[in-house]
């Protein structure tokens, strides 16, 4: 989502008139987009901002602004935290940004800024859903990104449509809780109303969409991930620990049993989907039997893959307020190599499998000496080929495998 907000900002800045520069020192604007999901995300922001510091005092015309997460409604502290930052601004509200700018520079912006999204590419990330609205007890996303707000429709197929016109061939529809689109817009359409809207658009290829909440992955959406011939077969559906009364502090709102029967019904209906989660070790109180039930849903889901975090007390969450954070740090490190263990195992399993399967792959770039992509179930694929082949679908036959990526070679494409 963060990673969306910057290339919308992006493009605003560039229709300003604004270039990049990989050098600080030599800029007239420097836009930080902060992330505090974890205690990690936000020492990185505050040390970045602080060794901005510096660059600031030497050039004061210099605009400096943090943005994203980070930026509460009330800047208070902020303010008198980084005194030498000129504004602050919350996730997606880039209006303060543009005004003080104008105002700054004396540039005048009207008419200057048409449809704001993602710098055409191979992918592009869509965000279509705005904060959350279920206030797990660990997470500060609500009060920093606010309630749910959902984007229109007709205003999403226009930005497809705007993207697809520009070479996009995949998107990835964005949210922190995507299954709960529709429910605030007029006739309360669904992910799968959309997901279908969307199959229609001629030049997308491909269509993925994250972060999913167990509660609100519905009957319609798992249907339109099965029949829709765009929508990949990959589903990130975050079940965050095993044990339930843990996911009842967490506040989640489910159990270890209706999670797995979740699990059953999507691969019943989608027999080639690949599933990934996310998991949070050493939350509040976590005793090492309740653990385990985490390493055990791990090894009986078999997951494609695991995100997992340790977990970090977030200030003003119910968490912060209620519980008491009572595993140290280096439990928690114990238990993230337990899970990357098992999890290291499982995938060099599955992956080896593969070998010899031939994926229809879209290229998206080239590091060293090989091109890369994805299939439909999200798997990393390198190939090594003397054709410039981004933004085309190629077939690729697997020849070799890791727990994180596959590698194969090029082979002639099917006739349709």
Known sequence: MNKADSERLENALSQLGFKNTN??????????????????????????????????????????????????????DLNQKFPYA????????????????????NIDTQGCLTQLTAKPD?????????GCDKFCSF????????????????EIISETQYLSQRGVKEITLLGQNIDSYG????????????????????GIERIRFLTSHPNDMSDNIIESVAELDKVCEHINLPIQAGDDDILNKMRRGYTNEEYRQLIDKIRSKIPNVSISTDIIVGFCGESDIQFEKTLDIIKDIRFDKV???????????????????????????YRLNKIESIQKNILQEKNSLLSGETFEVLVEGSKKNSQYGRNRNDKLIYFESHEDLKGQMTNIKIKKSTPWSLQGEKIPLKIK
């Open 23 to 76: 050098n600080p020192s030599q800029s007239d604007l420097i836009v930080l987009n902060s992330c505090v999901v974890r205690q990690g995300a936000e020492d990185k922001v505050v040390g970045m901002l602080t060794s901005l510091k510096p660059i600031k005092e030497k050039n004061p015309q210099m605009i400096l602004a943090l943005m994203g997460c980070m930026v509460g409604p009330n800047t208070k």
């Open 86 to 105: 000129d504004i602050f601004i919350q996730p997606q509200n880039y209006a303060p940004l543009i005004d003080y700018i104008e105002q700054k520079l």
């Open 122 to 130: 191979v992918t592009a990330y869509i965000p279509i859903v705005q």
């Open 139 to 154: 997470c500060i996303i609500p009060y920093r990104r606010g309630r749910e707000i959902c984007r229109p429709v007709k």
């Open 183 to 202: 429910h605030d817009l007029p006739g309360k359409p669904d992910l799968g109303d959309l997901l279908k809207e969307l199959n229609k658009i001629d």
């Open 307 to 333: 995100h997992a975090a340790a977990y970090s007390i977030r200030d003003n969450t119910i968490a912060m307020r209620k519980m008491i954070d009572s595993i140290s740090m280096e439990e928690k490190k």
